[in-house]
């Protein structure tokens, strides 16, 4: 019999700041669309650096998603609680590719002249990646290194729900990334493989921004055994003006909640979306049944002026 996956979405934030407009626009997208397939949507707290995500604003970003309907299908899970599962992860990366350890900087990589990713960041040069043993002790012992993992050669393709085709290759468009902080923190990239894997996540749906983050992800799914989901990386929102949404206290969502009921705040973000063609209030109901990625804004979404003039 033929292995058949349940829809899955998620929604993962990482509370660093106030959840915004912008952020509930991702849940509401994710929860829509996998629920007009009768799927099921799941909460992450992508609360890996714990010193810079206090429990207050994980709290405050539940408390949001609460208030609008978007509950998680089971109990929310937060990344500080799975090292355990990166770390095996990374047992099991080992095995089938090179890991190993840098001692470059982040003011000693952007003063290289390397070229830059898609992201900003350099493209890493391989410095530390031919160190011998005798080199390796020396530098561990005036710092703490961070864990790479060496990149192939290699183009990875696929096709993005909202953006289309997109491909990247490895070497020349990242180089060896990070998988292990030198603080010991498990690097993004790994940690949003292993938990949309073990979570069953068959589709995910987040910002433009992270669009070139997939190749890595995609790659990483590979090694790993894992499938690789849908992605639809959405435009991000700003407001009515131009200006991008930022995590500050004056672009919160508790300030637009307690300006406008759940269903006008579902309402607006979905016209501005493409959603619905007017600005009204509508239910989750409704708005999961007129759902479609067909009607989804491919440029830049901005928000009703309604919301962005709240006092």
Request: charged share 25%; aromatic share 8%; glycine share 8%.
């Amino acid at each position: 019999m033929m292995n058949v996956r349940i829809p899955t979405g998620r929604f993962a934030p990482t509370p660093s700041g106030y959840m915004h407009a912008g952020n509930i626009l991702c849940a509401l997208m994710a929860y829509l669309s996998v629920k007009s397939k009768g799927g099921k949507f799941l909460v992450r707290i992508e609360d890996l650096d714990v010193p810079r995500c206090p429990r207050s604003r994980s709290r405050e970003i539940l408390n949001v998603l609460d208030a609008l309907g978007l509950k998680s299908d089971a109990p929310p899970v937060f990344q500080s609680a799975r090292t355990a599962a990166y770390a095996a992860a990374e047992r099991a990366l080992s095995k089938c590719a090179k890991l190993y350890p840098c001692f470059c900087t982040r003011a000693e990589l952007h003063a290289a002249h390397a070229p830059r990713s898609s992201d900003g960041e350099s493209v890493y040069s391989g410095a530390c990646k031919y160190l011998d043993a005798q080199q390796t002790a020396e530098l561990s012992a005036a710092r703490k290194p961070c864990t790479r993992i060496e990149v192939p050669d290699r183009t990875i393709a696929f096709v993005d729900g909202l953006c289309g085709e997109y491909s990247q290759n490895l070497a020349d468009d990242c180089g060896d990334f990070i998988i292990k902080r030198s603080d010991g923190i498990y690097a993004y990239q790994l940690a949003v493989v292993v938990d949309d894997g073990e979570s069953g996540v068959t589709e995910v749906v987040r910002g433009a921004d992270l669009l070139s983050s997939a190749p890595r992800q995609i790659y990483l799914q590979r090694l790993l055994g894992l499938p690789a989901p849908q992605y639809y990386h959405i435009p991000l929102v700003c407001d009515a003006f131009g200006r991008k949404l930022g995590k500050s206290q004056g672009d919160s969502a508790e300030r637009l909640l307690n300006e406008f009921d759940a269903n006008t705040v579902l309402g607006g973000l979905a016209c501005a979306a493409g959603i619905i063609p007017t600005f009204r209030p509508a239910s989750l109901d409704e708005l999961t049944e007129k759902f479609s990625w067909a009607n989804v804004r491919r440029d830049a979404i901005a928000l009703p002026e309604k919301f962005t003039d709240i006092p």
